[in-house]
């Protein structure tokens, strides 16, 4: 066995930025809630994703959001950035959140990432409805 | 942190005595083996030397053997080189169509894949031949495809992905009798199978050096007559005229040599390696839930294990080991430039839902059993970490 330092993989795998690996390896506000507000379940039928978001909302606010993920690192990197990100914010501005600025957040992704930014926000998104549609 | 590495399948390490033999080439018998100078025909006297060592370890022809850039360059110039070959020696006889139908295996390389579906652009009827739900090629499946226009077969001798040895034997004394051209793509071969080019009767063959331990760009495409291609790279005249550019000396004395030691070291290496692989699948059966070997347990190299993890997603493995320094391939959804998932998984029966969830471990002559226990000591984490969090009940 030869070594190496961990910042050479954090680095080189795949060209994943520091910020995605460091998601990706802590991710936050993961697992399940229970008494949740809304929930919704994302999938990308090309290459098998799934995300599942659970939001808990007060005052027009969320609360409290966490998600579950089958997904590689940069599906776990960009529901955890977007979790931490939307925590606190209004329905409206966070149902604005969108996901040029999750790969900004991240430092970038690779061009072959990119759509898991956007089954995030998709997933967020539908939480959101699923809590209005409860409400209404 | 540790480097263990497990994808052996994609590249090797360079065996150290390989690297010895090819220095001088580089910095002192560095004569174009062309030329007419002694250096040059010192060179071309070791160039004939390395085919002759290599027709006897692969029971073929010296005079068969073209290198190559590549085994992928290699299978380019056997499937186009077929196809384009076979339209020329029609077009004096007015009255003949050339024969446009060609078979490959649903699960070849992208190399032969795509070389197909090129030809299909061109007007040529490609077929695929499927695979049963152990990754192999049935003759009863061949007998039934073929056509009277059938100019070519080609089947893999070994699945990368799971390892699947296919029976070349069968499918190349098939194809002789109904006087079609045979290919098989032996990348995976070496040492897992005796070669045997005369005895399988294939018309051809292709290798690379760097899947046994050899340098990186130099292949052969085995020719058992070289009439039957038309060039792909034209150029200085060079291997009859079949394959233009300078004879890479120093990889084809590293492939020379990386073959012979393969063959000479096989009967110790795939008993340690056999040891090894079984150990790691033991373990991981014994530490890790809902897991599950793809492709045939009987007919397949010992190195391979091409595993389903239940729940989670093959590239967040692979990235979680790799940050422990495991290396590792997917083979599936998400690898490295194609989100699409496996082209071998999706076809021996694997669920939709289980396709993004393969690992493949490939070992090699260098891996230690230390190796393998810290491999799995990560693994359990790995998957433990991912399980903790996954949507999928």
């Not at chain 1, 039928?45 to 005052?59: S, T």
């Not at chain 2, 540790?2 to 994808?7: A, E, Q, R």
Request: glycine share 8%.
């Amino acid at each position: 066995m030869s070594t190496y330092h961990l910042s050479t993989y954090k680095k080189m795998a795949l060209n994943y930025s520091k910020e995605v690996m460091d998601h990706f390896l802590h991710p936050r506000n993961i697992g399940e809630m229970k008494n949740y507000d809304g929930f919704a379940e994302v999938g990308n039928p090309v290459c098998g994703d799934q995300l599942g978001f659970y939001i808990k909302v007060k005052d027009g606010k969320i609360k409290d959001v966490k998600f579950l993920s089958f997904g590689c690192a940069s599906n776990i990197a960009t529901a955890s950035i977007l979790t931490e990100k939307v925590k606190g914010m209004s329905l409206e501005e966070a149902k604005k959140y969108d996901w040029n600025k999750v790969v900004k957040d991240l430092g970038g992704l690779p061009k072959q990432k990119v759509h898991c930014s956007i089954l995030a926000i998709d997933g967020l998104k539908k939480a959101i409805e699923d809590y209005e549609g409860k409400k209404n | 942190m540790t480097n263990v590495y497990l994808d052996n399948s994609a590249t090797t390490k360079l065996d150290p005595r390989v690297l010895e033999k090819m220095k001088p080439y580089f910095d002192s018998k560095y004569g174009n083996a062309s030329s007419i100078h002694a250096m040059g025909q010192e060179n071309h006297i070791v160039l004939t030397k390395c085919k002759e060592e290599i027709a006897k370890l692969i029971n073929g022809n010296p005079e068969s053997i073209i290198f190559t850039g590549s085994a992928t360059e290699a299978n380019n110039m056997i499937i186009k080189g077929v196809a384009e070959k076979n339209k020329e020696s029609y077009s004096a006889k007015a009255t003949e169509t050339p024969g446009k139908h060609i078979l490959i295996s649903t699960i070849e390389h992208p190399s032969v894949k795509k070389s197909a579906e090129y030809l299909k652009s061109q007007g040529f009827d490609i077929e695929l031949i499927p695979v049963n739900s152990d990754g192999l090629v049935e003759l009863d499946q061949v007998k039934k495809m073929i056509k009277p226009e059938t100019i070519l077969i080609s089947v893999m001798t070994i699945n990368n992905e799971i390892g699947t040895i296919q029976p070349i034997k069968q499918i190349a004394e098939f194809a002789k009798k109904n006087n079609i051209l045979f290919h098989t793509d032996a990348v995976q071969a070496v040492p897992y199978v005796d070669l045997d080019v005369k005895g399988w009767g294939v018309d051809f063959l292709s290798l690379s050096a760097h899947k046994f331990n050899g340098p990186l760009g130099v292949g052969i495409a085995y020719l058992a007559d070289r009439r039957s291609v038309t060039p792909l790279i034209h150029g200085g005249g060079q291997e009859y005229g079949v394959r233009g550019g300078t004879y890479n000396i120093p990889g084809i004395v590293g492939m020379t040599e990386a073959l012979k030691l393969a063959y000479a070291e096989k009967d110790e290496y795939i008993n340690q390696v056999s040891d090894l692989t079984q150990y790691l699948w033991k373990r991981i059966q014994e530490e890790i839930d809902d897991v599950s070997l793809n492709g045939s347990t009987e007919h397949r190299t010992p190195n391979n294990l091409n595993i389903l993890f239940k729940r989670i997603e093959g590239e967040a493995i692979l990235m979680d080991l790799s940050v422990k320094g495991i290396n590792v391939s997917t083979g599936s959804a998400c690898s490295a430039e194609n989100l699409r998932p496996s082209s071998v998984l999706s076809k021996i029966g694997l669920e939709d839902n289980d396709l993004n969830s393969n690992i493949r471990f490939t070992l090699g002559k260098f891996n230690t059993k230390e190796e393998i226990d810290y491999t799995v000591d990560s693994l359990v984490e790995t998957v433990r970490r991912l399980r903790s969090f996954t949507p999928i009940k």
